[in-house]
């Protein structure tokens, strides 16, 4: 059972984990992009967005838990002044991880995590099949089932007539 494993542990103790996902998202925002391994693209992932999702409203609580978490102030103005405002009205999915090639001294895969740049347009609600009305009945269904396929043979039965008529 995997209970309690949710998480990578990167061969670091907790505060070493903290400190290096607080130095690359300080880098991510400050920078845009940044390149680093699959998995640590992947785990920052989801500490990027819950601090984008802050930013949505600029507030000094919010600062406060920012400045907690960021590691410089120039970089907590710009979440705040910039990010969190150009991410505001889309629903999640800030940041996209592309992997680009192996390293060279370990053969570690890499990728780039980077802040999405496209304006979000929300999909268009598919609308119902039906005119938002029940069809009918189970016995209306099948008369109309039955109906049609009468009057295509009648339709076919009276193209071989007319073909019939035509070749003699």
């Known amino acids: 059972m995997r209970h309690n494993k949710a998480f990578r542990k990167f061969s670091r103790t907790p505060a070493h984990r903290k400190a290096m996902f607080r130095n690359l998202a300080t880098s991510l925002f400050e920078h845009g992009k940044i390149e680093t391994t699959v ?29 907690g978490y960021i590691t410089s102030k120039p970089v907590v103005h710009k979440l705040f002044a910039e990010i969190g405002p150009q991410f ?21 895969e890499m990728a780039v995590i980077e802040l999405v740049q496209e304006e979000y347009k929300p999909a268009k609600k598919k609308g119902r099949r039906g005119s938002g009305k029940a069809s009918g009945t189970k016995k209306e269904a099948a ?25 003699q």
Request: glycine share 6%; hydrophobic share 35%.
């Open 39 to 67: 998995a640590k693209a992947k785990d920052l992932r989801r500490v990027v967005e819950k601090l984008i999702t802050v930013a949505g409203e600029d507030t000094l609580h919010r600062r406060r838990q920012a400045y």
């Open 88 to 108: 505001k009205t889309r629903p999640g999915g800030y940041t996209r991880v592309v992997r680009t090639r192996r390293r060279a001294g370990d053969a570690a």
């Open 143 to 167: 008369a109309k089932h039955d109906a049609a396929p009468s009057a295509s043979t009648e339709a076919v039965a009276a193209e071989e007539a007319a073909s019939g008529n035509e070749a």
